[in-house]
């Protein structure tokens, strides 16, 4: 089953829609509450990054009975340095959206935590895909 | 439809119940439906909020109580009285008045429910401090346990596991009248309550607890005891043995942020169902409620005062509260007096661990509820997004998900009916028999006497 959500860059206010009506649908299928928070709180982070840093994205997911893929494209800034951005603590966001309480420089570690699997491929000037994956069972890891 | 877990004290009375689509719409947990013009509940699903009950028109939904009657099968007949029952009178009626005026209705004893308050918040504070998982959550509504049971199960372990106040004090006050030489079967203890969820707490499935007898309801007990007070002569000096006097905080416990505003921390006290779903809502799917040590949650709007059996407006009822609490003492009677009742609670002050009891759309494997909810989603291209109503389902998706239940059919949308009828994949009198189906035969006569109509009333 599929879902597409749009992202607009700046509004952080609708930032959160995805990764609530992902959680109901997982909620639905009985997924495990450990996992559905994980994958919740790795989308939620995902959109914040849009939101915070690019000027607008999409969201893709694509549930299965054993899985969920999540997809987030955007046009922005890209990432210049991968590696460095997966640090905690490290952050380029605005003094704006430090001030609205996000930028802390634990979104991607965060999400990298609470997923199975995150792959991140970025062009300067042109944007960033992220791709996670998680599985329901843990047997399927 | 699935297996009932709880009892439940809201009923539907088919006399009564014109079939509307005020109680379905209102319904926080999408469990009403309207069949054959009818209101019927989904036991699973509801959580005893009395949200419909506070919609319905035509007073169709009640509270089922018992006979006031079976008091007189105990001889220590125990009332235990709510603040918000006080509440209920205007300054000018004494608690002592209407302390008096429950003796005179046939109790023996007249006891208030928030005597232990002091003790759950201890007790309280106790299971805090060794909680893993923060916010933890106050068990004081009822209603609130159900919802996340029901709709929020992976929070259940976060809901604080003691008893709330009418529990704690029917435990405290039979151990009293055991002391005082009462055996456990002449004891009654009586619940004023001002809602419905208390009540189906109170019953369980299994009937009542052992300690409390009965539970009557507070509109049912204001009526019994206004009338006495009205007529009472002018000049009337009442005289009866006072229950212990609350202290401030004790009588302020079920005021919304009564609780709240004696944790440490980060704490949220909030009301209305609706709200508080909308909270949980958001503290499950984004890091925006970060932490928060402390959640008071209340079904109803100014908590209990704003219960669906409370008679007086609910502003008013919150306001006499608080202004009747102001200048009390600060220590608690509890620790006073009657040492054996007090370490008895304080032995029998938690409850059991909570089960999750999720309400699940459909039934089968991940395979499976994956497929029902791709045909939802396919409904829905056709479906109106209208959320009339007029289908007996509370809106258009309810209605999607009812399709894929078989419990309802794709023409029972009226928008469908047009839509089949115009292509001719429907003639007319099918379409409204289709209509008779939802709303009850005869239901679009025209009728004088209903309400709103020129007759109404007579």
């Keep these: 089953m599929q879902f597409r959500f749009e992202l607009e860059g700046g509004n952080f206010s609708k930032a959160g829609y995805a990764s609530s009506q992902i959680k109901k649908v997982l909620k639905q299928l009985s997924v495990d509450p450990r996992i559905i928070k994980r994958v919740v709180v790795a989308l939620y982070e995902a959109e914040v990054n849009v939101v915070a840093h690019a000027w607008r994205g999409t969201v893709l997911a694509d549930i299965e009975a054993d899985r969920i893929s999540l997809l987030l494209q955007d046009e922005g800034p890209g990432i210049p340095d991968i590696g460095q951005a997966m640090q905690e603590g490290f952050s380029t966001a605005s003094a704006a959206v430090r001030e609205m309480g996000f930028g802390a420089g634990m979104g991607l570690p965060n999400m990298k935590k609470n997923v199975d699997e995150l792959t991140i491929e970025s062009k300067v000037g042109e944007g960033t895909v992220v791709r996670m994956l998680t599985y329901f069972s843990a047997n399927d890891r | ?458």
């Design chain 2, 1 to 458: 439809m699935e297996e009932t877990k709880f009892y439940h004290a809201l009923k539907i009375d088919n006399d009564r119940c014109v079939g509307c689509t005020h109680c379905m719409t209102k319904c926080p947990t999408g469990a009403i439906r309207i069949r054959e013009g009818k209101a019927s509940i989904r036991k699973g699903w509801c959580v005893d909020c009395g949200e419909c009950l506070k919609a319905c028109p035509t007073e169709a939904i009640y509270v089922e109580q018992d006979d006031f009657q079976k008091i007189f099968d105990y001889k220590a007949r125990v009332v235990l009285v709510p603040t918000v029952f006080i509440g209920q009178f205007s300054k000018y009626t004494t608690e002592e008045e209407i302390f008096s005026a429950l003796y005179e209705l046939g109790f023996t004893h007249v006891f208030q429910v928030e005597f232990t308050a002091d003790m759950i918040h201890r007790e309280m504070l106790r299971q805090m401090e060794q909680a893993e998982e923060k916010p933890v959550i106050s068990s004081f509504c009822p209603a609130i346990v159900r919802l996340i049971q029901v709709r929020f199960p992976a929070l259940v372990d976060n809901i604080l596991l003691v008893k709330p106040p009418v529990n704690a004090t029917a435990t405290y006050y039979h151990k009293v009248l055991e002391e005082d030489g009462f055996s456990s079967e002449e004891i009654g203890i009586f619940y004023v309550t001002p809602c419905a969820a208390k009540i189906a707490s109170l019953k369980g499935a299994e009937g009542y607890s052992s300690t409390i007898k009965g539970v009557i309801n507070m509109d049912t007990l204001y009526n019994k005891v206004y009338h006495i007070l009205k007529n009472r002569p002018k000049d009337f000096v009442p005289e009866c043995v006072l229950p212990p006097s609350l202290t401030k905080k004790e009588m302020r416990w079920s005021q919304t942020g009564g609780e709240a505003k004696h944790f440490s921390g980060r704490c949220l006290a909030i009301d209305e169902i609706h709200n508080v779903i909308e909270f949980l809502e958001r503290m499950e799917s984004t890091t925006e409620v970060r932490n928060v040590d402390f959640l008071e949650l209340r079904a109803c709007d100014r908590s209990c005062a704003g219960g669906v059996l409370a008679v007086a407006n609910r502003f008013l009822t919150a306001e006499r509260v608080m202004k009747r609490s102001m200048k009390r003492d600060k220590a608690p009677l509890i620790y006073s007096d009657r040492l054996e009742a007090l370490s008895y609670l304080k032995q029998h002050i938690t409850i059991r661990p909570l089960q999750p009891n999720p309400k699940l759309r459909y039934e089968g494997n991940i395979e499976e509820v994956l497929k029902k909810m791709e045909q939802v989603r396919k409904l829905m291209c056709y479906l109106p997004g209208i959320d009339c109503g007029a289908c007996g389902s509370p809106n258009c998706q309810a209605l999607a998900e009812d399709i894929v239940r078989h419990e309802a059919q794709f023409s029972d949308c009226v928008f469908m009916q047009r839509n089949m009828e115009k292509h001719g994949k429907l003639d007319k009198e099918h379409a409204f028999r289709l209509i008779e189906k939802t709303w009850g035969k005869d239901r679009l006569n025209k009728d004088c006497y209903k309400k709103g109509a020129k007759y109404e009333g007579q």
